[in-house]
Each structure stands twice: as structure tokens, then as C-alpha cells.
């Protein structure tokens, strides 16, 4: 079988295999889906999608404009990224956030970050590397918090 692949070169098949193995424990981050096409996508910005690959879905965070029209075909469904990681606010957040370096993932896989650099705080992702105990990310950036990817949305049948 054939890999979707993205107009950009992202690669699905890919890409889904890694998210599913890196995926399959994650379920502690809880987020409100809209499902798609019922609730029409934002026209601009950084969501949380659920999108539609060759092993079966797998979520990651996409920026979403209007020349990104060719996503539209793979998305199942969208959710709004978490408010970044305060360590002031520990009351009333609706994200697991785990405090780095305090705490450490336990499991190889990817993860969203609160990073701050030199300018700002910032969602991002990378990758975390049991054999290195590490993230892989920017040099510039200082990791404050870590959360695990929500579990993609599931398609009522």
C-alpha cells in the first residue's frame, strides 16, 4: 500500500506509525474536540488535529490558514491548543502539565511542550529520548512543562 503524502512532503504513513508507538499509553491529556466537517475549521492559527492517516488517525499540532485549503481532506477533527504552562497557576488548569526538570516522561515518544526563549513562552513539540533522558529542542529554548498528546478523536459510527 501507498503512503498519503502531504503537498508540503509530509509523509502520513510515516508519520502515523510514529505518533501510534509513540501514542499508545497517552491518555491522561483531555481536550474538547469539534468534530469536522460539523464544526468547520478556524481560519488561521495552531490547533490540535486529529488527522486521517494510512494505520488510522493520530494527532498533532498543524497551523491552519487559508492557503493550507488541502488539509482540509485529512482532518477528522480539530481541538484548541492548552493554555501555556504558568507555574503561578496551579488551580483550575484544565491540562496535565508536568513541571520540567522535576518531572521527566517515563515513556520514548513525542510530547507537547511550554518552552519559553528570549522573546516569549511557546507551545511546541519534540521528542523525548529514554536512552539521552532528553527532549530534543532548540538550543534557545529553556523547557518549562511538558503534557502528553490527547488521544486522536474518535469517529462516532
Not at 16 to 36: A, D, F, G, I, Q
Not at 106 to 122: A, D, H, M, Q, S
Request: some cysteine.
Amino acid at each position: 500500500s501507498t503512503a498519503q503524502s502531504f503537498p508540503d512532503g509530509l509523509n502520513v504513513k510515516w508519520m502515523n506509525s510514529w505518533r501510534r508507538s509513540s501514542m499508545e499509553k497517552m491518555s491522561e491529556t483531555k481536550v474538547e474536540w469539534h468534530p469536522y466537517p460539523q464544526e468547520d475549521l478556524p481560519m488561521i492559527g495552531f490547533y490540535f488535529l486529529t488527522i486521517r492517516g494510512h494505520y488510522g488517525n493520530f494527532v498533532d499540532i498543524f497551523r491552519i490558514s487559508p492557503e493550507k485549503e488541502w488539509m482540509r481532506k485529512f482532518v477528522v477533527a480539530w481541538a484548541e491548543l492548552p493554555e501555556k504552562y504558568d507555574k503561578r497557576k496551579t488551580k483550575n488548569v484544565k491540562f496535565n502539565w508536568h513541571p520540567y526538570p522535576e518531572e521527566k516522561p517515563e515513556e520514548f515518544g513525542n510530547y507537547i511542550l511550554t518552552v519559553k526563549n528570549k522573546k516569549k513562552r511557546n507551545i511546541s513539540t519534540s521528542h523525548w529520548f529514554n536512552n539521552t533522558r532528553d527532549f530534543c529542542n532548540e538550543d534557545d529554548e529553556q523547557i518549562l512543562a511538558w503534557a502528553k498528546f490527547p488521544e486522536p478523536y474518535k469517529e462516532e459510527h
